[in-house]
C-alpha cells in the first residue's frame, strides 16, 4: 500500500473530523474516477479532500515519528498549494541567480557531486562544509524523495530543489540530524521560506526533552527567528557555484550568523553532569 493510500486512510476513518474542515467551495472539478494525467514524470493528481486529509494524516503521524522523511515529504507538499509554494518560485523570479536556477534546473545529489572532490578541497569552503557534514552525520545527498504531488511543474521543481538543498542549510548553520538540530533547522527555515511544513514541523519540540526544549525556547528559537527574517533567500543560492569558497564569507554575505554548536553544547551538558556525578569525562563522544 502506497504512502498516499495509508495517510489516506488513516485520515478518512473519521470522515466528521474532514467535513468540519472542507467547505463546499474546497473541492477540485476531477474526482478519484476521473484523474487527469499526470502534469511531469511522478506526478499524481490530488483532489481537495485528498490534499487536505494526506496534509492532516501526515502531519499526525510524522508527530508520533519524526524520523519518517517520506511522511515530511508528504506534509510539505500537501501544504505547500494553492499559495506557499507559488511565493517561493516567485521569490526565486525575482533574483537573477534564482532565475538561472530555474532555467538551469541542476540536482544535487552524489552523480551530480562528487563527495571526493568536496572532501579534498581546503577546510573552509562551503564544499568541504558540507562535505564534512556528510560524513559526520551519516548521511547522503540521495535520500530526498522525488516531488509527486505538487502540480504546477515548475513549482515541483522548486519543491524538489528546496528538498535537495536542506542539507546545505544544515551544513552552513552546523545544525546537526538529531531530532533538536532538525526542529531548530526547522524553525530557520519557516521563518526564510513560509512553507508550512517547516512551521508544522516546530510542533516536535514537544517530544523534545525538557533540557532540549528549554534551550530550544532561551537560544535556538530565538537564532532561527532573526536570521532566517534577516537572511537573505536561501532558495536563491546556487550551491554548486559556491563550493570553493569561504563558508564564512558565504555566511556574511547571506546574513547568517553560525548558532552555538549544538553537539558541543549537549557534550559539554554530559560533562558537567558527570563531573557533578563523579563519573569519568568523555573524550571525544558524538551527541
Same mark, same amino acid.
Given at each position: *500500500?502506497?504512502?498516499?493510500?495509508? +495517510?489516506?486512510?488513516?485520515?478518512?476513518?473519521?470522515?466528521?473530523?474532514?467535513?468540519?474542515?472542507?467547505?463546499?467551495?474546497?473541492?477540485?472539478?476531477?474526482?478519484?474516477?476521473?484523474?487527469?494525467?499526470?502534469?511531469?514524470?511522478?506526478?499524481?493528481?490530488?483532489?481537495?479532500?485528498?490534499?487536505?486529509?494526506? =496534509?492532516?494524516?501526515?502531519? $499526525?503521524?510524522?508527530?508520533?515519528?519524526?524520523?519518517?522523511?517520506?511522511?515530511?515529504? =508528504?506534509?510539505?507538499?500537501?501544504?505547500?498549494?494553492?499559495?506557499?509554494?507559488?511565493?517561493?518560485?516567485?521569490?526565486?523570479?525575482?533574483?537573477?541567480?534564482?532565475?538561472?536556477?530555474?532555467?538551469?534546473?541542476?540536482?544535487?545529489?552524489?552523480?551530480?557531486?562528487?563527495?571526493?572532490?568536496?572532501?579534498?578541497?581546503?577546510?573552509?569552503?562551503?564544499?568541504?562544509?558540507?562535505?564534512?557534514?556528510?560524513?559526520?552525520?551519516?548521511?547522503?545527498?540521495?535520500?530526498?524523495?522525488?516531488?509527486?504531488?505538487?502540480?504546477?511543474?515548475?513549482?515541483?521543481? +522548486?519543491?524538489?530543489?528546496?528538498?535537495?538543498?536542506?542539507?546545505?542549510?544544515?551544513?552552513?548553520?552546523?545544525?546537526?540530524?538529531?531530532?533538536?538540530?532538525? +526542529? =531548530?533547522?526547522?524553525?530557520?527555515?519557516?521563518?526564510?521560506?513560509?512553507?508550512? *511544513?517547516?512551521?508544522?514541523?516546530? $510542533?516536535? +519540540?514537544?517530544?523534545?526533552?525538557?533540557?532540549?526544549?528549554?534551550? $530550544?525556547?532561551?537560544?535556538?528559537?530565538?537564532?532561527?527567528?532573526?536570521?532566517?527574517?534577516?537572511?537573505?533567500?536561501?532558495?536563491?543560492?546556487?550551491?554548486?557555484?559556491?563550493?570553493?569558497?569561504?563558508?564564512?564569507?558565504?555566511?556574511?554575505?547571506?546574513?547568517?550568523?553560525?548558532?552555538?554548536?549544538?553537539?558541543?553544547?549537549?557534550?559539554?551538558?554530559?560533562?558537567?553532569?558527570?563531573?557533578?556525578?563523579?563519573?569519568?569525562?568523555?573524550?571525544?563522544?558524538?551527541?
Amino acid at each position: *500500500m502506497s504512502l498516499r493510500d495509508t +495517510v489516506l486512510r488513516s485520515v478518512l476513518r473519521q470522515p466528521h473530523t474532514l467535513h468540519s474542515i472542507i467547505t463546499p467551495g474546497s473541492y477540485r472539478t476531477f474526482s478519484v474516477l476521473n484523474r487527469p494525467p499526470p502534469n511531469y514524470e511522478n506526478h499524481i493528481p490530488l483532489t481537495r479532500i485528498e490534499r487536505i486529509a494526506l =496534509a492532516v494524516g501526515s502531519a $499526525f503521524l510524522s508527530l508520533r515519528d519524526p524520523r519518517r522523511g517520506d511522511l515530511i515529504a =508528504a506534509l510539505g507538499e500537501a501544504t505547500a498549494q494553492p499559495y506557499f509554494i507559488y511565493r517561493l518560485r516567485d521569490a526565486m523570479l525575482l533574483s537573477t541567480t534564482g532565475r538561472r536556477i530555474l532555467r538551469d534546473r541542476p540536482r544535487i545529489n552524489s552523480k551530480t557531486m562528487s563527495l571526493e572532490y568536496l572532501r579534498s578541497l581546503p577546510d573552509n569552503c562551503v564544499g568541504r562544509t558540507y562535505a564534512t557534514w556528510l560524513d559526520r552525520e551519516g548521511v547522503t545527498p540521495d535520500t530526498r524523495s522525488q516531488v509527486q504531488y505538487i502540480d504546477d511543474e515548475e513549482c515541483a521543481y +522548486v519543491m524538489q530543489r528546496y528538498r535537495e538543498c536542506h542539507d546545505f542549510y544544515h551544513a552552513v548553520t552546523g545544525m546537526p540530524v538529531f531530532r533538536e538540530g532538525e +526542529v =531548530a533547522l526547522k524553525a530557520f527555515e519557516f521563518a526564510n521560506t513560509v512553507l508550512p *511544513m517547516t512551521g508544522l514541523s516546530v $510542533f516536535a +519540540v514537544t517530544t523534545l526533552k525538557k533540557r532540549e526544549r528549554e534551550r $530550544f525556547w532561551d537560544t535556538y528559537l530565538p537564532w532561527a527567528v532573526e536570521n532566517g527574517l534577516k537572511s537573505k533567500d536561501m532558495i536563491n543560492v546556487y550551491w554548486e557555484e559556491e563550493l570553493e569558497r569561504d563558508v564564512d564569507d558565504l555566511r556574511k554575505e547571506l546574513g547568517i550568523e553560525k548558532p552555538p554548536d549544538l553537539r558541543e553544547v549537549r557534550r559539554a551538558e554530559r560533562e558537567r553532569r558527570k563531573r557533578e556525578k563523579g563519573q569519568p569525562l568523555e573524550t571525544n563522544l558524538a551527541a
